[in-house]
Every structure is written in C-alpha cells, then in structure tokens.
C-alpha cells in the first residue's frame, strides 16, 4: 500500500461531537484506534483540534524518540519522568530552533507543533505511563512511521497555554472577593447567640457512586461549615444530607405517559450509600462539622409539609406553568399502593385535584387518592415531587422551622434563571443558597452523571486514566486520595473569590498529579 493511512473525524448523526478515530489502512477492523489507541492524538484533548481529516504521512521522528525514552533505566525500572522531561525540554528547543531557521517549511512546521502537542500532552500526567499506552499503540505509530517519508499533509489548531490559573475579579467574586465579606453576607439572617441550630443543607440522588462535581458539593458544605464556626464558635451547626430516594430507578411508557419507579421502591442505591457514607465520614472527620442523613419520608412528616403541600396544591393551576414551563402540569407524584407496583406518573399528567384532595393514576390498578390534612403530617408521607417542586417545597420548610436557620449548598447549574424564576419569586422571604463550582467536561459543559450513568458518556476519560473522577469508587481503587479535593475546596472557601467560577476535569485531575496540590495553581 502506498497511500497513508487516513484519521476520519467520526461524528455522531446530526452533530459535530467527537466520538471516534479510526484508521483507513494498516490496521484491522479489530484494531480502530477509537479512544483505545489514539496515544499521540489523545493530546487533541484538551490542547488539540482537528478539523473533518488528519493525514499522517510522516509520524517516525516522534516514534523513533518515544522508543528510545521507554527502555529500562539503571536500576532495571523504565526511565524516569524528571529524565523524560529533560529529554523533552531539549528537544523542543531543538524544535524552535529548527522553526526559527526554516519558518516556510511545511515538514518542519509539523515536526515543531508535533514535539509541542506531545510535550503538553506528556505533562499533563505521568511522562512514564503515557509512554508506556503510546507503546502499548506501536502497531498503529509503525504503521505510520513504515510509510513513504514524504512531507506531512497535517490540518490542526494547537491551543498552547502557559499552566497559569487566573481568577479575574467580577460580579460575585469582586463583592465577596474576602473571606470575612462572603461569611457576613451568609449569615446576615443569623443573629448573634440565636438559639436556634444552624443547618447546612445538601442533597443528593444516590443512583451511582458520587463523581467529583458531587464530591466538591459536599466538601464546600463542610468547607462552609467549618469557615462559619470559626468566625462564629457560639453557632450550633451540622451538615444535613437530604437523600431524594424518590428519584427516578426505572421507566416505562404507557399510551404516551411515562411512569416510573422510584429508588424507594426498587431499592438500587442500596449499592451506593456506603461510598456516601465513607465521603461523609472523612469530611466530618477533617472537619470537625457533624452530619446527619434525612430520606424523603422523614422530610414529608415535618410538622410545616401539610400546611406548605396543601397551598401548592390549591394553587396548582397558576404554580404549574411556573414551576414546570415545558410541561405547565405540576409534578406531583405518589407510587401506586398496590405490591409490588410501585409506578408513579413522572410529570403528574393524569392527576386531578379537587380542594385538598389528590386523585392519581395507576397505568395498571387505576386512580388512587391522597387527602392533605393540615393537621396531619403523616397525610404527605406517600407524596413524591420533581426537583423544582422540592426545592420550593424544601426552600418554605426551612423558612418555616421555628428551630433552625439553614443555609442551602448546592450545584451552580441551578443558579441564575432557574432559581430566581423557579424558587426565589415564590418565597416570601430570603433564602440563603450557597453555589459550589462547576465542573466541566473538555469542551465546557456540565460533567453529567446522568449520561454516564445512562449513555456511556466520557469514555475517553477511561483511555485518559481520568475515570476515577466519574465515581468515588474507582477513585478508591486507582489509591486517588480524598483529601486532596477536600483541601482544595478549602481553599476555596478561604478564598471564596475561587468559588465564582467553574473548574473543568482537566484541573482537578491535575490536582491529583502532585504531592502538592497548589503547585503551580
């Protein structure tokens, strides 16, 4: 054959997502590149975008030398990554240099950016593992290196950077850029020697081991914690972990309506609430901030509930378009009574309402109804929402407890539109919610547990060795330390004009590549 192999920018229908590499010649079928072996090109994330088609007609130079590097060293290990490094710093010079004398020649202009994309990339993490999966890929670097050596035919854009983190002063972290504005503002409803206990309130759907953006959620809820007692040591606080076990475990569709059944009655996060329970037991740990875990039973019999469901309820027709703007139905639930069903109508399309009764719908056994006593706390025990619906209904719960003041922590994908049209425009007085930051994939978005768990999402992570921040259980695994998430969200809180501002996967996994993980940040 002697036509080089071409890299096709594989996309899913209908979009411009990357999904794959694979190679036209030289490989089998088996042997697609995919994530598994796109060991040079796996630098296209994040530093590296390539356009609809790469040729690589000319890959030796970079092969011979990554060859060269991974041989065993004096003591009968594989070299080093401080000598790797070295090997590196030189030959980019080498590089600049060789670009400096012939700036018009196209093989040397890609030789350059090569040994840069490859630097970058071997910086990142480990120099000795990455070039231990670039070898475990020899196949696909020979097959490339075996053709004519002819001027390469490269289309890509290479975004350098120089590994400086700036935080820029603006909107919320100019006016609580210092510790002491940002806890004066938090606690601006708290009086002094009040009585009454300070609750830190976090919640979660416990549907898989929790993923880093989770992780850094309850470690700014301890952060927060922990910052507040020692600006207020007479305060009495705990962290509260509302677990939604009324979440979503499994669905079905019947004549165009989707039903579900809830992690209640299916049970799956029994699976998952000793990792919940390990994170929250070191953060308590480090703290010093105790915690206590609340289901959703225990929430729906608090004395305020029937009071609060039975408001919603008689407003229903002008919440509803409100609070659910797609659907303008309000999404109450309750799972059919009868065993071993369980189903609930998710977006409460069939439910009617008639004063403080309640008539939902079972696909299988028909209506069953729910009548809110005001009296009775127990009247709501059965009832399941959507999240807009508990979060106003948990937001007038804590507004209303006579004996504790609560601040809310929760994710920024719920900050901006969403809170104050959804919560904040109907409350009747201030309720504090404390933001923790984003973390985002490569391209900007929310790192989504829901595609991971569902779809698959984030493969690449796995070929990148960054999955551990997917689930606390492969963190545990892979020996990734808590602790340092922990320390840095500290620092955030310390600093809590760090808290005005995502962080994508890509820093935080370079926190765990130190011993110090506020080196160079």
Same mark, same amino acid.
């Given at each position: 054959?002697?036509?080089?192999?071409?890299?096709?920018?594989?996309?899913?229908?209908?979009?411009?997502?990357?999904?794959?590499?694979?190679?036209?010649?030289?490989?089998?079928?088996?042997?697609?590149?995919?994530?598994?072996?796109?060991?040079?090109?796996?630098?296209?994330?994040?530093?590296?975008?390539?356009?609809?088609?790469?040729?690589?007609?000319?890959?030796?130079?970079?092969?011979?030398?990554?060859?060269?590097?991974?041989?065993?060293?004096?003591?009968?290990?594989?070299?080093?990554?401080?000598?790797?490094?070295?090997?590196?710093?030189?030959?980019?010079?080498?590089?600049?240099?060789?670009?400096?004398?012939?700036?018009?020649?196209?093989?040397?202009?890609?030789?350059?950016?090569?040994?840069?994309?490859?630097?970058?990339?071997?910086?990142?993490?480990?120099?000795?593992?990455?070039?231990?999966?670039?070898?475990?890929?020899?196949?696909?670097?020979?097959?490339?290196?075996?053709?004519?050596?002819?001027?390469?035919?490269?289309?890509?854009?290479?975004?350098?950077?120089?590994?400086?983190?700036?935080?820029?002063?603006?909107?919320?972290?100019?006016?609580?850029?210092?510790?002491?504005?940002?806890?004066?503002?938090?606690?601006?409803?708290?009086?002094?020697?009040?009585?009454?206990?300070? $609750?830190?309130? !976090?919640?979660? %759907?416990?549907?898989?081991?929790?993923?880093?953006?989770?992780?850094? *959620?309850?470690? +700014? &809820?301890?952060?927060?914690?922990?910052?507040?007692?020692?600006?207020?040591?007479?305060?009495?606080?705990?962290?509260?972990?509302?677990?939604?076990?009324?979440?979503?475990?499994?669905?079905?569709?019947?004549?165009?309506?989707?039903?579900?059944?809830?992690?209640?009655?299916?049970?799956?996060?029994?699976?998952?609430?000793?990792?919940?329970?390990?994170?929250?037991?070191?953060?308590?740990?480090?703290?010093?901030?105790?915690?206590?875990?609340?289901?959703?039973?225990?929430?729906?019999?608090?004395?305020?509930?029937?009071?609060? $469901?039975?408001? !919603?309820?008689? %407003?229903?027709?002008?919440?509803?378009?409100?609070?659910?703007?797609? *659907?303008?139905? +309000? &999404?109450?639930?309750?799972?059919?009574?009868?065993?071993?069903?369980?189903?609930?109508?998710?977006?409460?399309?069939?439910?009617?309402?008639?004063?403080?009764?309640?008539?939902?719908?079972?696909?299988?056994?028909?209506?069953?109804?729910?009548?809110?006593?005001?009296?009775?706390?127990?009247?709501?025990?059965?009832?399941?929402?959507?999240?807009?619906?508990?979060?106003?209904?948990?937001?007038?719960?804590?507004?209303?407890?006579?004996?504790?003041?609560?601040?809310?922590?929760?994710?920024?994908?719920?900050?901006?539109?969403?809170?104050?049209?959804?919560?904040?425009?109907?409350?009747?007085?201030?309720?504090?919610?404390?933001?923790?930051?984003?973390?985002?994939?490569?391209?900007?978005?929310?790192?989504?547990?829901?595609?991971?768990?569902?779809?698959?999402?984030?493969?690449?992570?796995?070929?990148?060795?960054?999955?551990?921040?997917?689930?606390?259980?492969?963190?545990?695994?892979?020996?990734?330390?808590?602790?340092?998430?922990?320390?840095?969200?500290?620092?955030?809180?310390?600093?809590?004009?760090?808290?005005?501002?995502?962080?994508?996967?890509?820093?935080?996994?370079?926190?765990?590549?130190?011993?110090?993980?506020?080196?160079?940040?």
């Amino acid at each position: 054959m002697n036509a080089c192999p071409t890299l096709h920018w594989v996309t899913c229908p209908n979009t411009s997502r990357l999904r794959h590499w694979k190679c036209s010649e030289g490989l089998n079928e088996g042997d697609s590149i995919g994530w598994r072996v796109s060991s040079l090109l796996r630098v296209s994330l994040p530093f590296l975008s390539l356009h609809s088609y790469v040729r690589l007609q000319r890959a030796s130079h970079l092969t011979m030398f990554i060859q060269s590097l991974f041989k065993p060293g004096g003591d009968g290990g594989q070299t080093s990554d401080r000598v790797i490094l070295d090997h590196i710093d030189a030959r980019e010079s080498q590089a600049d240099e060789l670009a400096t004398n012939n700036p018009t020649a196209r093989e040397v202009a890609t030789i350059t950016s090569s040994w840069k994309f490859l630097s970058h990339y071997l910086r990142l993490c480990s120099p000795s593992r990455a070039l231990f999966r670039i070898m475990r890929s020899s196949k696909v670097l020979e097959a490339f290196a075996s053709r004519p050596s002819r001027a390469a035919a490269v289309q890509y854009e290479i975004a350098h950077h120089d590994g400086v983190v700036h935080d820029p002063l603006g909107g919320g972290s100019y006016a609580f850029e210092t510790s002491p504005a940002f806890l004066d503002t938090v606690l601006r409803d708290v009086p002094i020697r009040t009585p009454k206990e300070l $609750i830190i309130n !976090i919640g979660a %759907q416990p549907n898989n081991s929790p993923h880093v953006g989770t992780l850094v *959620t309850f470690a +700014l &809820a301890f952060g927060l914690a922990r910052a507040i007692i020692k600006s207020r040591p007479e305060l009495d606080i705990r962290v509260l972990l509302d677990i939604v076990d009324t979440a979503p475990s499994v669905q079905e569709v019947h004549n165009g309506i989707t039903y579900q059944r809830s992690q209640r009655s299916t049970n799956e996060m029994a699976a998952y609430m000793d990792d919940y329970m390990f994170v929250l037991d070191q953060f308590k740990r480090w703290s010093g901030i105790p915690y206590t875990i609340r289901r959703q039973d225990s929430f729906n019999t608090r004395p305020q509930m029937p009071i609060i $469901i039975d408001d !919603i309820v008689r %407003q229903h027709e002008v919440l509803a378009p409100m609070l659910v703007p797609r *659907t303008r139905v +309000l &999404a109450l639930r309750r799972a059919c009574p009868v065993e071993g069903c369980g189903l609930a109508d998710k977006h409460g399309k069939r439910n009617s309402y008639e004063g403080n009764v309640i008539t939902f719908q079972c696909p299988h056994h028909g209506p069953h109804t729910v009548t809110i006593d005001v009296n009775d706390p127990r009247s709501c025990v059965t009832l399941e929402y959507n999240t807009p619906l508990r979060n106003l209904i948990r937001a007038r719960a804590c507004l209303a407890d006579p004996d504790a003041h609560y601040i809310r922590v929760t994710g920024s994908d719920y900050a901006g539109l969403y809170q104050e049209q959804l919560l904040h425009r109907h409350l009747d007085e201030p309720y504090v919610v404390v933001y923790s930051p984003l973390i985002t994939d490569w391209s900007g978005a929310k790192l989504s547990k829901s595609l991971y768990v569902k779809d698959g999402a984030y493969g690449y992570l796995e070929e990148l060795g960054m999955d551990y921040l997917l689930s606390f259980a492969k963190m545990k695994e892979q020996g990734k330390e808590l602790r340092v998430i922990y320390d840095e969200v500290q620092r955030w809180v310390d600093e809590p004009f760090r808290l005005f501002r995502p962080y994508s996967i890509y820093y935080m996994h370079t926190l765990f590549q130190t011993s110090d993980c506020r080196a160079g940040l």
